[in-house]
Nanobody, 133 residues
Framework: QVQLVESGGGLAQAGGSLRLSCAAS????????MGWFRQAPGKEREFVAT???????????NYADAMKGRFTISRDYAKNSVYLQMNSLKPEDTAVYYC???????????????????????WGQGTQVTVSS
């Protein structure tokens, strides 16, 4: 059974930092895209960032414009995991953050496809991030 399990969510103050982790089990995602989406209360789920495999253990990182400069996504292929370092947090970052993986997205996939949640095949249960002002 394939599982993506997120951790690291919690409460942070505005301006603070949190690091989310997502560990995959049941299969390896060595050449798959893995990334993060989030869903704030009353809003649709939105793309945060994703990684696409380059070669070996290298990857490309792609971000939603609103997250560039504050969030950093990283990948550890040996641990079958993906991470999201979130700095300079704002109250509007409050959301449930979901890890997702895709076998269909590659390094040649363009931005619109990378942000399309319909192209992701596996999802975690989500982890709550709450940022207080």
């Amino acid at each position: 059974q394939v599982q993506l399990v997120e951790s690291g969510g919690g409460l942070a103050q505005a301006g603070g930092s949190l690091r989310l982790s997502c560990a995959a089990s049941g299969r390896t995602f060595s050449t798959s895209a893995m990334g993060w989406f989030r869903q704030a209360p009353g809003k649709e789920r939105e793309f945060v960032a994703t990684t696409t495999w380059n070669r070996g253990s290298s990857y490309y990182a792609n971000y939603a414009d609103a997250m560039k400069g504050r969030f950093t996504i990283s990948r550890d292929y040996a641990k079958n995991s993906v991470y999201l370092q979130m700095n300079s947090l704002k109250p509007e970052d409050t959301a449930v953050y979901y890890c997702a993986a895709s076998d269909r997205l590659t390094s040649t996939s363009v931005g619109g496809r990378l942000a399309d949640e319909a192209r992701y095949d596996y999802w975690g249960q989500g982890t709550q991030v709450t940022v207080s002002s």
